[in-house]
């Protein structure tokens, strides 16, 4: 009875953990990035671009999942841009802002949507400034859809926003400005 009892609890034992090994082993496969968003918030109504900057450095893991510094000192900031972090190290990280042009019809689409390609084939992601209802909201890039699309992840709250037509936003907004950023090696 004793070899059967034991038995039972190897076999059972075992099981669960090949069940935990195989639950971690899927969570290992997802994106990270994904991770990072879905874990991240946006703490006060004026502070997409801080927040941006953050989902940027938790992806790279130079800050924890925890980590709202950026955020907590802009607070509402109404008078921010993306020039606040232009040419900025953060962590190793030093963020630069582009495409800073009028919106109009010289804007220099085909290139700026040239430099965002290039910086997700370096395996970047990209701050891109989109329209919303009453100004301008923060999203972060962070790939390409097989059509040539670029996906683009932000946050309102804890409310996840994704766009899967960045392209057409940003042709009928005549332009847009991004963040892009280097890593020290």
């Given at each position: 009875?004793?070899?059967i009892l034991?038995?039972?609890?190897?076999l059972?034992s075992t099981?669960?953990?090949f069940?935990?090994?195989?639950?971690?082993q899927?969570?290992?496969?997802?994106d990270f990035?994904?991770?990072?968003?879905n874990?991240?918030?946006q703490?006060?109504?004026l502070s997409?671009i801080?927040?941006?900057?953050?989902m940027v450095?938790?992806?790279?893991?130079?800050?924890d999942?925890?980590f709202?510094d950026?955020?907590n000192?802009?607070?509402?900031?109404?008078d921010g841009?993306?020039r606040?972090f232009?040419?900025?190290e953060l962590?190793?990280i030093?963020f630069?802002?582009?495409f800073?042009l009028?919106?109009?019809?010289?804007?220099?689409?085909?290139?700026?949507?040239?430099?965002?390609?290039?910086?997700?084939?370096s395996?970047?992601?990209?701050i891109?400034?989109?329209?919303?209802?009453?100004?301008?909201?923060?999203?972060?890039i962070?790939k390409?859809?097989p059509?040539?699309?670029?996906?683009?992840?932000?946050?309102?709250?804890?409310?996840?926003?994704?766009l899967?037509?960045?392209?057409?936003?940003?042709?009928?907004?005549?332009?847009?400005?991004?963040m892009?950023?280097?890593?020290r090696p």
């Amino acid at each position: 009875m004793k070899k059967i009892l034991f038995s039972s609890i190897v076999l059972l034992s075992t099981s669960f953990i090949f069940q935990l090994k195989a639950q971690a082993q899927k969570i290992d496969s997802c994106d990270f990035f994904e991770t990072v968003v879905n874990n991240h918030d946006q703490l006060f109504q004026l502070s997409c671009i801080p927040s941006a900057v953050e989902m940027v450095l938790k992806y790279y893991k130079v800050v924890d999942l925890d980590f709202y510094d950026l955020q907590n000192k802009w607070k509402n900031k109404n008078d921010g841009s993306f020039r606040d972090f232009d040419n900025k190290e953060l962590y190793g990280i030093t963020f630069s802002q582009k495409f800073v042009l009028p919106r109009d019809a010289s804007f220099p689409i085909d290139s700026l949507f040239q430099t965002i390609e290039k910086e997700l084939r370096s395996k970047k992601k990209v701050i891109i400034s989109l329209p919303a209802d009453k100004g301008w909201h923060m999203f972060v890039i962070c790939k390409q859809t097989p059509d040539g699309d670029f996906v683009s992840y932000s946050k309102l709250g804890s409310h996840t926003l994704i766009l899967r037509n960045t392209k057409e936003i940003v042709k009928k907004s005549n332009g847009t400005e991004i963040m892009t950023y280097s890593i020290r090696p």
